[in-house]
Each structure stands twice: as C-alpha cells, then as structure tokens.
C-alpha cells in the first residue's frame, strides 16, 4: 500500500515538473518570436508575442520588459510606463546580479524617456539619475539627463524673463497714469 502511495507521489511530481519545463518553453519561445518580429520592426505583432509569454509565465521580467519596448515603439507611453513599473518594483531582486542591474538601468533610461515624451523634466531627471547610479558609463542616460536639465534651466530663464517684462510694463503703466 505505502508503495502505491510513493509511486503516485513520485508520478505526480514528475507530471508538474515536466508542466513547468512545459510552459517554461512556451514562454521562451514566445519571447524569441517576440523578439524577432521586434527586430522586423513589427512592433504590435511584437506586442501579441510578448503578451503570450506574460499569459504563461506573468513574472516574466523578460517578457515585461520586452513588451514595454513594444509599446514604447507604438507611442503607447503610458502603456509602457506601466510595464516598466512593474519591473522597476523588482529592484532589489535583479539588483543582484550583473545582469539585472543592467536591465533595471535600462529600464530607468527607458522611464525617463516616456517622461520627457510627457514634458514632467523633473521626473525625467530623477529616473535618469536612478539609471545612471545602476550604470554610471551609460552615455547616452548622461547625454539625456544633460538635455533634460538644459530644457528645465531654459524653462526657468524664459519664466524668469516673463516676470521681468510683466514688472517693466507693470512700471511704464505707472508711470503713464501719473504723468
């Protein structure tokens, strides 16, 4: 009797691991498909693939990260951002190794691109920042944070060039009235 129990414990275990290699699979292949139509610059046949693999497996950092490029490309900011956040909440996980440092640079980079598309610089600057901190040679996140802090100088030297004007002619009013 104890023998039957083992062997169906032991055929139950096998029958979900072979399950997880399974569906482990089919998420990879529908990254890879993903991946490739990405590259053919079909980004919402991209979309569709990387939406598969999140079905299978939705802790894909992969397949997330892949997906928020996706939408990335087809100006669907907001989607992306979202994707981007959920990946970013991993932070302290893929902190970790080489290769999730990387990763969450990249996705810090990529935040603070959808945030200059929505001109909120501030937001921009910060994430920039976090991205350079996980990888500080990364010249192109340089390259845009300087950009970025340029507009937000800019945008200050033309409100404080308003408020001048606004003041000069608030004075040349006063001085009409009382001549």
Known sequence: MRRIYKSMIWVSVLALSAGAVSAQKAERKNVREGNKLYESEKYT???????KSLEVNPRSTEGTYNLGNSLYKQGKFPEAAEQYQLIAGQGEKMVATPEGKARLS??????????????????????????????PKDDNTRYNLAVVQKMIQDRQNEDQNKDQNKDQNKDQKDRKSVV
């Open 45 to 51: 046949e991209s979309e569709i693939a990387y939406r």
């Open 106 to 135: 990249e996705v810090y980079h990529n935040m603070g691109n959808i945030f200059m598309q929505n001109k909120d610089y501030g937001k921009a600057v910060e994430v920039y920042k976090q991205s350079l901190r996980l990888n």
